[in-house]
């Protein structure tokens, strides 16, 4: 790793550290950083202080973090393996398939006259979320296995998505409000309120992807050259596709199921860690949008706390922030607009 990289991912984690704290200091009750310290290393006193950083502020920090890097590393991956600079985690149509999952758990019960209690409710679109987007990565994978090349795959996804949307409408005009209202919630996203138990499953496949990303790096940077040329180095192309599906299922799966379709993270982060690296190594890459992307998570969570009285919903600011990015690399990118 260059000298320059290794300052570059010093700065890029003081940020990472400087957002964190500012999360669990800024709100509704301001919280000075020495108290934060304080509470951290067991040694304050104010139990109201202590309720809120660890009841309420550091599972939403860490949420949005491992978030926000689980989005990142899957955007890399989806946008080297499909040499598009446009692919996000969610090209594949698995956020459809979760999407549509969770409707269907939410307002189905609408039509046989079933109503449940929103603790279950929210633990069964968890589990919805997981079913269905893992059967439409089962479906990926038939797919990619009978048919070459990657048009198709992105097609599917695009086609599914249309197919999702056309269902879920259906749901929503024959449901009662509140239903409608709970899916909705859901759909913005949020980093808000999640238990230990969805955040160590959340860290969990963040941890093991990310070591398994970096086990892929080679073969990623092979990649970029061509998959012919990848292929005549000997790379076994179907076993490589389907590690590649199955890592960013994991990754999109996870956040989609617990954190709800968050969107832009997948596709900026990769953009992001290229551009402040000056690289297009996997090695340097994945770590740089393992921070980069958590970066983001951190940051759209910190302006939707910012409402005070009450919380933004993260994909309405990742939308503002996000299209004007996308926007300014389409403009910035003149070769891609000549094509």
């Known amino acids: 790793?260059?000298?320059?990289?290794?300052?570059?991912?010093?700065?890029?984690?003081?940020?990472?550290?400087?957002?964190?704290?500012?999360?669990?200091?800024?709100?509704?009750?301001?919280?000075?950083?020495?108290?934060?310290?304080?509470?951290?290393?067991?040694?304050?006193?104010?139990?109201?202080?202590?309720?809120?950083?660890?009841?309420?502020?550091?599972?939403?920090?860490?949420?949005?973090?491992?978030?926000?890097?689980?989005?990142?590393?899957?955007?890399?991956?989806?946008?080297?393996?499909?040499?598009?600079?446009?692919a996000g985690p969610f090209v594949l149509g698995i956020h459809s398939g979760s999407s549509l999952a969770v409707a269907f758990f939410i307002m189905s019960g609408s039509l046989i006259g079933i109503t449940l209690p929103p603790e279950l409710s929210m633990a069964g679109a968890a589990i919805s979320s997981i079913i269905g987007g893992a059967l439409v990565f089962f479906l990926l994978v038939l797919v990619s296995f009978k048919v070459k090349?990657?048009?198709?795959?992105?097609?599917?996804?695009?086609?599914?998505?249309?197919?999702?949307?056309?269902?879920?409408?259906?749901?929503?005009?024959?449901?009662?409000?509140?239903?409608?209202?709970?899916?909705?919630?859901?759909?913005?996203?949020?980093f808000q309120g999640k238990s230990i138990n969805e955040l160590f499953l959340l860290s969990f496949c963040l941890g093991g992807s990310l070591i398994w990303s970096l086990f892929l790096g080679k073969r990623l940077n092979v990649l970029l050259l061509g998959e012919n040329y990848a292929k005549s180095l000997g790379l076994n192309f179907k076993r490589f596709k389907f590690e590649i599906l199955a890592l960013t299922a994991i990754l999109s799966g996870a956040v989609t199921a617990i954190c709800g379709p968050v969107a832009f993270i997948g596709i900026m982060a990769p953009h992001i860690s290229r551009k402040i690296f000056s690289s297009q190594d996997h090695f340097i890459l994945i770590p740089g949008v393992f921070l980069t992307g958590s970066i983001l998570g951190l940051f759209a969570e910190f302006i939707s706390g910012l409402g005070l009285t009450t919380v933004l919903p993260i994909n309405a600011i990742l939308g503002l922030l996000g299209a004007p990015f996308i926007l300014f690399f389409l403009l910035g990118n003149r070769r891609m607009l000549n094509e």
């Not at 509704?28 to 067991?42: D, R, T």
């Not at 040694?43 to 949005?64: K, V």
């Not at 998505?161 to 239903?179: D, H, M, N, P």
């Open 1 to 86: 790793m260059l000298k320059n990289h290794k300052f570059i991912f010093i700065y890029t984690f003081f940020a990472l550290i400087l957002l964190f704290f500012s999360i669990l200091s800024w709100g509704a009750v301001k919280i000075p950083f020495n108290e934060i310290f304080s509470i951290i290393f067991g040694n304050s006193n104010n139990e109201t202080f202590s309720r809120i950083i660890w009841e309420l502020r550091l599972p939403r920090a860490f949420c949005s973090m491992t978030a926000g890097a689980s989005l990142g590393i899957a955007g890399l991956m989806m946008q080297t393996y499909f040499q598009n600079p446009l």
């Open 149 to 190: 090349g990657n048009v198709i795959l992105l097609v599917m996804g695009l086609l599914f998505g249309y197919f999702a949307s056309g269902l879920i409408s259906l749901l929503i005009s024959v449901t009662e409000a509140q239903k409608i209202k709970t899916y909705l919630m859901w759909s913005l996203g949020s």
